[in-house]
């Protein structure tokens, strides 16, 4: 008997295995296709791997001459490119196996049949376990919908990495954290690109000032972008596809030899999640300890259909597994941070611009990365911090960053706001000279009006 059994092997599920093992419980985890999930295997890991490949040869192209440094005959072979992403996606892969061996772990691959709320049926093996708690992982799946479903051989993130040849133009549907990744890549790679974003500009959970930079940027490899548009049809003639778009005012006629649709993704909820009869709204419905509406059942990740990355199934990973081991731990969501690889970086987090409510109460102040001389240094001066403080108490309510290593940075952010920390607070910390946290420093001293260098 298991204390508990965990359905998907995901980051959220191989997490919350590792920690239930360390609270010293015995578990079982499930995986049906490859460990690791959508994150290691189709998601966050391999796009990485090529994005920096790509970051890689746009800076020898841009830069090595003002650097001083001779390089001739720049080019790449996609091949290369991809074997870098295998690479880094099996050693990611070995890791987490030999992660789950080290803490005795019980990993079986196989599809997971929940029978009751205390059996499972590992369906290739004809076995069927008992767990005292199951933790439902399963993820999510790219969503794609009408007129998209209509024509062949439509790529979603998970296909592009199957890929043998760049095409030479594609259209991506969808201006979100996908699309902006993979539009970095193909334009950065000299593909012809089209974004076709229906809201009312790219990145749409960003504010507009970081969209308007992020245009800028994408611009310059001559990216096309079509923003409050929407594909009304699609024909694949000739080898190429033909969709028909409506603007604002305009109605477009667009070509490309491939389309990629990254218009977001939904919960993967199985016939047989379906059939124990939780509360499911968009997705499995649970409380702050991530119990769901079955005493021994917990739902972490895509699944729960809220904020679908890989860090947050991780942190609800480990929530659930204290919880499952008898700790009180509940979920809190107010510092989550959110990133996105493109070039420059964007990272956010806390309160945005757009949404805050009350101007009187607060007081905003934004330092550009043109500014930092770090940045100088490496030719680089689109982007920039900008900060949201509560007016009176000086608290960081948020805070967004445009630049090289934002997604990094940003845990600067997500500390002040977890912790309740003040502009004032983290002014008065020492920021190494010359780094690009200066640009936050000089974001936090502009809530003081205390700003230096500008
Ligand atoms: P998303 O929600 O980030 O973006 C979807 C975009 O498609 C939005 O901009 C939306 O307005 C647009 N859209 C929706 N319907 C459309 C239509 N009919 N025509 C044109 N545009 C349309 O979703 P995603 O980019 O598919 O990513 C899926 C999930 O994976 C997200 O939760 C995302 O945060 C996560 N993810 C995270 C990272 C990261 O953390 N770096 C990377 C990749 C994916």
Redesign the pocket.
Known sequence: MYDAIIIGGGPGGYVSAIRLSQLGKKVALIEKSLIGGTCTNV??IP?KAILTAAHLYTDIKEKAKKFGINVENVGFDLSGIMKHMSKSVTMSRKGIEYLLKKNNVDLYYGKAIIKDTTHVLIENENRIIEGRNIVLAHGSI??IFPPFDTVPNIWT?DDVFKMTELPESIAI???????I?FATFFSALGVNVTI????EH????EDKDVSEEIKKALKKNKVKILEK???EKISFNNNEYVLKTTGENKEETITAKKVLV????KPNIPDDVKALGLKIERGIVTDKTLKTSIDNIYAIGDIRGQ????HVAMYEGIVAAHNIAGDKKEMDYTAVP????SNPEVASVGLKEKDVVNQEEIKIFKFPVSANGRARTMEERIGFAKVIAHKETGKILGLTIVSPSATDMIMEGVIAIKYGLTAEQLADSIHPHPTLTETLLGAFEGIENLAIHI
């Open positions: 998601g966050c796009t790219p969503t993130s549907i969808g201006g979100g954290v996908i699309g990744e076709v974003e229906i809201a790219i990145l749409p959970y548009t929407k594909v990254a218009v977001g993704r904020i679908m990355l890989a959110s990133i996105i690889f």
